[in-house]
Protein backbone atom coordinates (compact mmCIF):
# COMPACT_ATOMS: atom_id res chain seq x y z
CA UNK A 1 0.00 0.00 0.00
CA UNK A 2 2.81 2.48 1.07
CA UNK A 3 4.21 1.77 -2.44
CA UNK A 4 0.97 2.18 -4.15
CA UNK A 5 0.84 5.80 -2.32
CA UNK A 6 4.46 6.88 -3.32
CA UNK A 7 4.26 6.10 -6.55
CA UNK A 8 0.29 8.27 -7.00
CA UNK A 9 2.45 11.06 -5.12
CA UNK A 10 5.49 11.06 -7.13
CA UNK A 11 2.74 11.39 -10.29
CA UNK A 12 0.75 13.67 -8.95
CA UNK A 13 3.89 16.23 -8.23
CA UNK A 14 5.45 15.30 -11.84
CA UNK A 15 1.69 16.67 -12.80
CA UNK A 16 1.83 19.57 -11.21
CA UNK A 17 5.79 20.63 -12.47
CA UNK A 18 4.61 19.92 -16.27
CA UNK A 19 1.34 22.06 -15.45
CA UNK A 20 3.80 25.14 -13.69
CA UNK A 21 5.59 24.96 -17.49
CA UNK A 22 2.94 25.06 -19.81
CA UNK A 23 0.68 28.32 -18.66
CA UNK A 24 -2.21 27.77 -20.75
CA UNK A 25 -3.12 24.23 -19.23
CA UNK A 26 -2.69 20.90 -20.09
CA UNK A 27 -6.30 18.67 -20.83
CA UNK A 28 -6.36 14.93 -19.16
CA UNK A 29 -5.42 13.20 -22.47
CA UNK A 30 -2.48 15.79 -23.06
CA UNK A 31 -0.80 15.12 -19.09
CA UNK A 32 -1.82 11.37 -19.50
CA UNK A 33 0.53 10.97 -22.78
CA UNK A 34 3.53 13.49 -21.59
CA UNK A 35 3.61 11.28 -18.14
CA UNK A 36 3.41 8.03 -19.82
CA UNK A 37 0.31 7.43 -17.23
CA UNK A 38 -2.71 5.46 -17.55
CA UNK A 39 -5.70 7.95 -18.51
CA UNK A 40 -7.96 6.41 -15.35
CA UNK A 41 -4.97 7.23 -13.26
CA UNK A 42 -4.53 10.46 -14.52
CA UNK A 43 -8.12 10.91 -14.04
CA UNK A 44 -8.11 9.92 -10.54
CA UNK A 45 -5.28 12.36 -9.45
CA UNK A 46 -6.32 15.64 -11.55
CA UNK A 47 -10.13 15.16 -9.72
CA UNK A 48 -8.35 15.06 -6.84
CA UNK A 49 -6.37 17.84 -6.70
CA UNK A 50 -9.04 19.44 -8.28
CA UNK A 51 -11.26 18.77 -5.07
CA UNK A 52 -8.30 20.19 -3.04
CA UNK A 53 -8.09 23.73 -4.88
CA UNK A 54 -5.14 22.79 -6.44
CA UNK A 55 -5.82 22.53 -9.99
CA UNK A 56 -8.83 24.23 -11.47
CA UNK A 57 -10.54 23.24 -14.65
CA UNK A 58 -11.41 25.66 -17.66
CA UNK A 59 -15.09 24.92 -19.63
CA UNK A 60 -12.28 23.54 -22.51
CA UNK A 61 -11.10 21.12 -20.08
CA UNK A 62 -7.93 22.07 -19.98
CA UNK A 63 -6.16 22.27 -16.27
CA UNK A 64 -4.32 24.81 -14.34
CA UNK A 65 -2.89 25.14 -11.27
CA UNK A 66 -5.09 26.15 -8.81
CA UNK A 67 -4.83 29.05 -5.96
CA UNK A 68 -4.24 26.36 -2.86
CA UNK A 69 -0.64 26.34 -4.63
CA UNK A 70 -0.29 29.93 -4.31
CA UNK A 71 -1.17 29.74 -0.44
CA UNK A 72 1.50 27.27 -0.50
CA UNK A 73 4.05 29.19 -2.02
CA UNK A 74 3.26 32.12 -0.04
CA UNK A 75 3.73 30.05 3.41
CA UNK A 76 7.05 28.60 2.31
CA UNK A 77 8.90 32.17 1.56
CA UNK A 78 7.06 33.49 4.87
CA UNK A 79 9.35 30.82 6.59
CA UNK A 80 12.48 32.27 5.11
CA UNK A 81 12.13 35.39 7.50
CA UNK A 82 13.04 37.41 5.28
CA UNK A 83 10.85 39.49 3.60
CA UNK A 84 9.45 41.48 6.23
CA UNK A 85 12.59 42.83 7.38
CA UNK A 86 14.18 43.33 3.77
CA UNK A 87 12.16 45.56 2.03
CA UNK A 88 12.70 49.17 3.86
CA UNK A 89 16.52 48.73 2.37
CA UNK A 90 14.79 47.51 -1.08
CA UNK A 91 12.93 50.27 -1.47
CA UNK A 92 15.74 52.48 -0.09
CA UNK A 93 17.98 51.21 -2.79
CA UNK A 94 15.79 51.95 -5.23
CA UNK A 95 15.56 54.78 -4.27
CA UNK A 96 19.23 55.96 -4.02
CA UNK A 97 19.28 54.36 -7.45
CA UNK A 98 16.82 54.23 -9.35
CA UNK A 99 17.43 50.65 -10.58
CA UNK A 100 15.19 47.44 -9.42
CA UNK A 101 16.02 45.59 -6.30
CA UNK A 102 15.76 41.79 -5.37
CA UNK A 103 16.61 39.06 -3.09
CA UNK A 104 17.33 35.95 -4.07
CA UNK A 105 18.28 32.40 -2.74
CA UNK A 106 20.09 28.73 -4.42
CA UNK A 107 17.13 26.33 -4.08
CA UNK A 108 17.54 22.94 -5.51
CA UNK A 109 20.45 25.07 -7.84
CA UNK A 110 18.42 27.69 -9.03
CA UNK A 111 17.77 31.13 -8.15
CA UNK A 112 14.73 31.71 -6.69
CA UNK A 113 13.47 35.29 -6.46
CA UNK A 114 11.60 35.66 -3.06
CA UNK A 115 11.34 39.48 -2.65
CA UNK A 116 11.70 42.10 -5.65
CA UNK A 117 10.63 45.78 -5.59
CA UNK A 118 10.68 47.95 -9.28
CA UNK A 119 12.65 51.04 -9.41
CA UNK A 120 10.97 54.25 -10.76
CA UNK A 121 12.05 54.31 -14.19
CA UNK A 122 10.83 50.76 -14.47
CA UNK A 123 7.17 51.89 -13.07
CA UNK A 124 7.34 54.55 -15.68
CA UNK A 125 8.10 52.70 -18.75
CA UNK A 126 5.42 50.00 -17.57
CA UNK A 127 2.75 52.21 -17.64
CA UNK A 128 3.74 53.75 -20.74
CA UNK A 129 3.29 51.02 -22.16
CA UNK A 130 0.32 49.57 -21.00
CA UNK A 131 -1.11 52.83 -21.91
CA UNK A 132 -0.41 52.87 -25.24
CA UNK A 133 -0.44 49.51 -25.75
CA UNK A 134 3.37 48.77 -26.57
CA UNK A 135 4.74 45.29 -27.38
CA UNK A 136 8.16 46.12 -27.16
CA UNK A 137 10.44 43.51 -25.36
CA UNK A 138 13.59 43.21 -24.29
CA UNK A 139 14.43 46.17 -22.15
CA UNK A 140 13.41 44.48 -18.77
CA UNK A 141 12.65 40.96 -17.94
CA UNK A 142 8.95 39.61 -18.86
CA UNK A 143 6.50 39.49 -15.70
CA UNK A 144 6.92 35.66 -15.68
CA UNK A 145 10.70 35.98 -14.81
CA UNK A 146 10.08 38.60 -12.33
CA UNK A 147 7.43 37.21 -10.19
CA UNK A 148 8.21 36.55 -6.49
CA UNK A 149 8.58 32.74 -6.34
CA UNK A 150 10.13 32.16 -9.89
CA UNK A 151 13.13 30.05 -10.29
CA UNK A 152 15.74 32.16 -12.62
CA UNK A 153 19.56 30.12 -13.95
CA UNK A 154 21.83 30.42 -11.47
CA UNK A 155 24.71 30.61 -14.43
CA UNK A 156 23.43 33.44 -16.11
CA UNK A 157 22.13 35.73 -12.84
CA UNK A 158 23.99 37.77 -10.60
CA UNK A 159 22.35 36.68 -8.14
CA UNK A 160 23.53 32.86 -9.09
CA UNK A 161 26.72 34.28 -9.33
CA UNK A 162 27.46 35.74 -6.24
CA UNK A 163 25.50 32.52 -4.18
CA UNK A 164 27.95 29.81 -6.28
CA UNK A 165 30.85 32.10 -5.53
CA UNK A 166 30.50 31.27 -1.71
CA UNK A 167 29.85 27.12 -2.53
CA UNK A 168 32.16 25.15 -2.27
CA UNK A 169 33.78 24.97 -5.72
CA UNK A 170 33.16 21.11 -6.34
CA UNK A 171 29.26 22.07 -5.24
CA UNK A 172 29.27 24.56 -7.47
CA UNK A 173 30.87 22.77 -10.44
CA UNK A 174 28.84 19.77 -9.88
CA UNK A 175 24.96 22.58 -9.68
CA UNK A 176 26.53 23.55 -13.16
CA UNK A 177 26.90 20.40 -14.59
CA UNK A 178 23.42 18.83 -13.04
CA UNK A 179 21.35 21.95 -14.64
CA UNK A 180 23.57 22.52 -17.62
CA UNK A 181 24.18 26.56 -18.86
CA UNK A 182 21.84 27.50 -21.12
CA UNK A 183 22.55 29.84 -23.57
CA UNK A 184 19.94 32.67 -22.28
CA UNK A 185 22.04 35.64 -24.89
CA UNK A 186 24.71 36.32 -27.22
CA UNK A 187 26.83 37.10 -23.99
CA UNK A 188 25.54 34.01 -21.37
CA UNK A 189 28.78 31.90 -20.39
CA UNK A 190 27.99 28.29 -21.18
CA UNK A 191 32.08 27.19 -20.10
CA UNK A 192 31.65 25.52 -16.24
CA UNK A 193 35.45 26.30 -16.51
CA UNK A 194 35.28 29.65 -17.60
CA UNK A 195 32.59 30.57 -15.14
CA UNK A 196 34.50 28.57 -12.06
CA UNK A 197 37.11 31.03 -13.01
CA UNK A 198 35.08 34.01 -12.41
CA UNK A 199 33.12 32.63 -9.40
CA UNK A 200 36.65 32.99 -7.45
CA UNK A 201 37.64 36.73 -8.58
CA UNK A 202 33.58 37.26 -7.86
CA UNK A 203 34.29 36.07 -4.59
CA UNK A 204 37.69 38.08 -3.95
CA UNK A 205 35.55 41.20 -5.12
CA UNK A 206 32.55 40.74 -2.71
CA UNK A 207 29.81 40.98 -5.96
CA UNK A 208 28.79 40.00 -9.11
CA UNK A 209 28.36 41.23 -12.37
CA UNK A 210 25.59 39.88 -15.36
CA UNK A 211 26.18 42.36 -18.05
CA UNK A 212 23.15 41.23 -20.66
CA UNK A 213 23.79 37.58 -20.06
CA UNK A 214 20.29 36.72 -18.92
CA UNK A 215 18.07 39.16 -20.61
CA UNK A 216 19.32 41.44 -23.59
CA UNK A 217 18.96 45.13 -22.50
CA UNK A 218 19.35 43.76 -18.79
CA UNK A 219 22.29 44.23 -16.35
CA UNK A 220 22.68 43.16 -12.77
CA UNK A 221 24.76 43.54 -9.80
CA UNK A 222 24.39 41.54 -6.75
CA UNK A 223 26.25 41.09 -3.00
CA UNK A 224 25.74 38.49 -0.90
CA UNK A 225 23.85 38.80 2.62
CA UNK A 226 26.37 37.50 5.54
CA UNK A 227 24.59 35.33 7.95
CA UNK A 228 27.84 35.45 10.78
CA UNK A 229 31.51 35.93 9.99
CA UNK A 230 31.25 34.05 5.78
CA UNK A 231 27.96 32.31 5.50
CA UNK A 232 25.84 33.25 2.73
CA UNK A 233 22.41 31.83 2.35
CA UNK A 234 20.85 34.64 0.58
CA UNK A 235 21.87 37.79 -2.18
CA UNK A 236 20.62 41.33 -2.49
CA UNK A 237 20.73 42.59 -6.27
CA UNK A 238 19.70 45.75 -8.63
CA UNK A 239 19.23 45.57 -12.54
CA UNK A 240 18.15 48.15 -14.81
CA UNK A 241 19.17 48.67 -18.67
CA UNK A 242 22.91 49.52 -19.21
CA UNK A 243 22.26 53.24 -19.58
CA UNK A 244 20.82 53.81 -16.85
CA UNK A 245 23.04 56.34 -14.81
CA UNK A 246 23.52 54.50 -11.54
CA UNK A 247 26.09 52.37 -13.78
CA UNK A 248 28.42 55.49 -14.33
CA UNK A 249 29.33 55.10 -10.80
CA UNK A 250 30.23 51.13 -10.22
CA UNK A 251 32.03 51.68 -6.76
CA UNK A 252 29.25 53.98 -5.24
CA UNK A 253 26.29 51.65 -6.91
CA UNK A 254 28.25 48.32 -5.04
CA UNK A 255 28.51 50.57 -1.71
CA UNK A 256 24.85 51.06 -1.84
CA UNK A 257 24.08 47.17 -2.73
CA UNK A 258 26.87 46.59 0.18
CA UNK A 259 24.94 48.90 2.86
CA UNK A 260 21.22 46.82 1.83
CA UNK A 261 22.77 43.54 2.22
CA UNK A 262 24.54 44.01 5.65
CA UNK A 263 21.21 45.89 6.74
CA UNK A 264 19.06 43.27 5.59
CA UNK A 265 21.48 40.46 7.00
CA UNK A 266 21.83 42.37 10.70
CA UNK A 267 17.74 42.00 10.82
CA UNK A 268 17.18 38.80 9.44
CA UNK A 269 18.42 34.91 10.06
CA UNK A 270 18.21 33.26 6.63
CA UNK A 271 17.50 30.14 6.12
CA UNK A 272 16.45 29.15 2.67
CA UNK A 273 15.91 25.27 1.99
CA UNK A 274 18.89 24.02 0.34
Known amino acids: MAADVTNSLDRALALLKLLEQHPGGLRNADLSRALTMPKSTCTYITQRLEREGFLTRDSSARYRLGLATVALAHGALRELGIRSVAEPALYRLTEATGLSAGIGVLERGQVLLVDRVEGPRFISEAVHQAETASKRAGRYRQREQR????ELPAHTTSLGKVLLA???AAEAREILTLHGM?????????????LLG?????RRAGYALADEEDVSGLRALSVPILEGADTVRAAVSVNGPPGEPAW??????????????????????VKPRL
Do not use: F, Y
Open 147 to 150: DIGR
Open 166 to 168: HLD
Open 182 to 194: RRNTARTIVSVEQ
Open 198 to 202: QLAEI
Open 248 to 269: LDLPRLVRLVQTAARDIGRRAR
